[in-house]
């Protein structure tokens, strides 16, 4: 038995909250002593009422205001502390009624809270890429300033970290993240241009929320991961390398400098890295599928192509570049991915933006907050802007 231990969750109604909290049911199945002190939700109050039934938190937050009313009038006398908005948020993070955040919201929208965290000298388990990718120099020396830690949860940052333990940062020679290519590894580049919002929610390896689902297909995912790797690891993008690897078994591999490959292996179940974030640098049993050799008949591997999925390229550039680049070209996608998404513009037109941006707004280095703020409003701004133009 170990000790007892709070989480927040940041997204609870999401996929990877949801996996969260299953994860949280199997490892107190398990002997284990985790129990849920907040959980945040944007607008689904219907299932964020269920949660509070099954895992009785202090308190929830509900992003929209009128979702938060909603809820008010599901409680019947419950002892519940409900607080909503960005400012009812704020307020919770920065109190720290929690051991672990899980920062599982999407998008831009998870940063100020995950620093808020941070501040507090807590751990985060972070799913929540968009936080590194847009802010990650700032993240890392605000988790050095109030000695607080981010544990991955993304699976193939948590298959690095796996790969890393017990090994020196001198004898890593590279990082391999694995992509699984998407449901569109084999289309062409004029097929690209005609598939619908459907074919691009069909993931073939993998059942997430529909953002990510939208930047696998694009494999933005991929190069949004590069940024993140290099935060959260510390090594330049040329010592990040990108592979496809169609059945995603491997979750990623770290070449060292005697030639040896490390790689970590599982199903793809994202409720394994999720655990392993809540239990690092430990390990408990989990009752998660295992892989049977009898079925997996391959493993292949090739490289990606960047003519036909260039959000790769650009996402290694803007990582070069620095400064409000990443910011600029993670709030362009955002943009591009919520047009597509409601059949505004072309799938192959999310990248055209992203590249639009980039070479549009100008970048700041060493930028502080608001600057990465801005940043993020520009691009959405130039994104939606360029959009009505061309309709
Ligand atoms: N899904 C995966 O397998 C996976 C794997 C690796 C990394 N990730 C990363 O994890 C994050 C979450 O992904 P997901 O697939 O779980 O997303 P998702 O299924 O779309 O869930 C998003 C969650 O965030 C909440 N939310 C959305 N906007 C919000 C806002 N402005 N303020 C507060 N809450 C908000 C949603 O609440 P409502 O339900 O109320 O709208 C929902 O609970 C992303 O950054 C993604 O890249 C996901």
């Known amino acids: 038995m170990r000790t007892r231990r709070g989480i927040a969750i940041l997204g609870s109604t999401g996929s990877i909250g949801k996996s969260s909290l299953d994860v949280i049911s199997s490892m107190n199945e398990h002997g284990e002593d985790y129990y849920v002190t907040y959980l945040v939700t944007n607008k689904n109050v219907d299932l964020l009422y269920q949660q509070v039934k099954k895992y009785n938190p202090i308190g929830v937050v509900i992003i929209n205001e009128e979702r938060a009313k909603q809820f008010q009038s599901y409680l019947n006398g419950e002892k519940l502390n409900v607080y909503s908005g960005e400012a009812g948020l704020a307020e919770v993070m920065s109190r720290g009624e929690f051991d672990v955040l899980i920062s599982s919201l999407v998008g831009f929208a998870g940063l100020r809270p995950t620093l808020e965290a941070l501040r507090a000298g807590k751990t985060v388990a972070l799913a929540n890429k968009e936080t590194l990718v847009v802010a990650g120099e700032i993240v890392n020396e605000t988790a050095r300033e109030y000695r607080a830690n981010v544990v991955p949860v993304d699976s193939e940052h948590s298959a690095i970290l796996q790969c890393f333990t017990g090994e020196d ?81 491997i979750h990623s591999m770290v070449e060292f400098v005697d030639g040896s490959i490390k790689a970590q292996l599982g199903m793809p179940d994202m409720k394994i890295p999720i655990q392993y974030a809540l239990t690092y640098p430990e390990r408990i049993r989990s009752k998660y599928q295992r892989i049977d050799f009898g079925k997996v008949s391959q493993l292949t591997f090739m490289r990606p192509d960047v003519e036909r999925f260039p959000l790769i390229s650009l996402a290694y550039e803007a990582l070069s570049q620095g400064g409000t680049a990443t910011a600029v070209l993670n709030a362009a996608n955002e943009a591009s991915v919520d047009l597509f998404l409601r059949r505004k513009i072309r799938f192959t037109q999310i990248a055209d933006f992203v590249r639009q941006a980039l070479e549009s707004i100008p970048t700041k280095r060493l930028p502080d907050i608001d600057e990465i703020f801005e940043a993020d409003r520009q691009a959405r701004q130039f994104v939606y802007a360029e959009t009505e133009h061309s309709n």
């Not at 929320?209 to 995912?221: E, P, Q, V």
């Not at 993008?237 to 059945?247: A, G, K, N």
């Open 169 to 249: 940062k001198e004898s890593i020679a590279k990082l391999i993240l694995t992509a699984s290519g998407g449901p569109f590894l084999n289309r062409s580049k004029e097929d690209l241009e005609k598939v619908t919002v459907e074919e691009a929610l069909n993931h073939p390896n993998w059942r997430m929320g529909n953002k990510i689902t939208i930047d696998s297909a694009t494999l933005m995912n991929k190069g949004l991961e590069v940024i993140e790797a290099h935060y959260l690891f510390d090594l330049p993008p040329e010592r990040i390398e990108i592979v496809v690897h169609p059945q995603s078994i």
